[in-house]
């Protein structure tokens, strides 16, 4: 049996899902979208994802053409149907087809798809080694020019930055805000830990606000750790005991050198690991099952 996708109210085989080439989502990048991911079963933070899906419509005035509560049965039922019980899903909605030119008011059907497929992790090796990352030219969108809590379809500021990574040969960068501070990586937040205490640059700075990011500190602060919302340079990152990246599709995964500059040991450190492992175990405990 082949895979099948939702795709504005059905379920079609994926071969045969296709939308417009008029979609202000496909000409524009106007449209917004959620990553989410189902452990064992259970789909992680299901609520979170929707709700910032739906403030992320809100904020571009798209109204999404089904309610959270219909959304929701959508995304288990596309897992069931796929019979997948580990998962990355991708919940989309676009402007939909309209004529030539920008101004939304032209398309009158906003298309919504959920696909779901198995996960390509980072290789294993990498979440025990740890990444080396590099510091992107491209700055990340000023917060007043791309509000950063709406997750959009425009991912060209952050495509520009993985490009520098690639072409630096590691798989991540990250990027600052016009006036230096770190704010992120291209599809991950970023933390370190100082003193015993864990920093990650805040949304007002351009970076979305991670659902993993949240889940993160409400771990840290199971355990004692206290987070703030900082301000840092990238020489103080460097200086720090630890770092590392969260996100939907990575988890939590060590960063052990900025711009072939070692930090700390360079090894992953102590507190990295117990929130990995906490991750790991919240992932397998709580979530939508279906
Ligand atoms: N910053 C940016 C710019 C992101 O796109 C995150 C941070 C982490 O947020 P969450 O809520 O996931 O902890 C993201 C998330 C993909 C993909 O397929 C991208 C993300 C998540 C899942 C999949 O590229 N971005």
Do not use: W
Request: proline share 3%; with cysteine; glycine share 10%.
């Amino acid at each position: 049996m082949g895979r099948k996708v939702f795709l504005n109210g059905e379920f079609v085989d994926s071969e045969n899902a296709c939308v417009s080439i008029f979609d202000h989502g496909v000409l524009y990048g106007d449209g917004v979208f959620e990553g989410i991911r189902a452990y064992n079963g259970r789909v992680f933070r299901l609520e979170e994802h929707l709700d910032r899906l739906y403030s992320s419509a809100e904020a571009i005035r798209l109204e999404v053409p089904m309610t959270k509560g219909a959304f929701h049965d959508k995304i288990v039922e596309t897992l069931r149907l796929n019979d997948l019980d580990n998962a990355y899903i991708r919940a989309v909605v676009t402007r939909g087809a309209g004529d030539l030119g920008l101004d939304p008011r032209k398309c009158k059907a906003p298309a919504v798809f959920i696909i779901t497929d198995k996960i390509a992790l980072y290789p294993g090796e990498l979440y025990e080694s740890g990444l080396a990352i590099v510091i992107a030219k491209t700055k990340r969108n000023h917060p007043a020019s791309m509000n950063p809590r709406v997750k959009s379809l425009n991912y060209l500021n952050n495509i520009f930055a993985k490009i520098e990574a690639i072409d630096a040969g590691v798989e991540e960068a990250l990027m600052l805000s016009v006036d230096g501070y770190a704010v992120e990586c291209t599809g991950d937040n970023i933390f370190i830990a100082s003193g015993g205490k864990l920093y990650t640059p805040s949304s007002d700075l351009g970076a979305l606000e991670g659902i993993t990011q949240k889940a993160v500190i409400e771990l840290a602060q199971k355990r004692g750790i206290k987070t703030e919302y900082g301000r840092m340079l990238p020489d103080e990152l460097l200086e720090a005991d630890e770092c590392f990246l969260t996100g939907t599709a990575a988890e939590i995964i060590p960063v052990v050198a900025i711009d072939g500059k070692q930090i700390a040991s360079g090894s992953p450190g102590e507190i990295t690991r117990q929130l990995r492992q906490d991750f790991r175990e919240l992932t397998r405990a709580e979530g939508v099952e279906y």
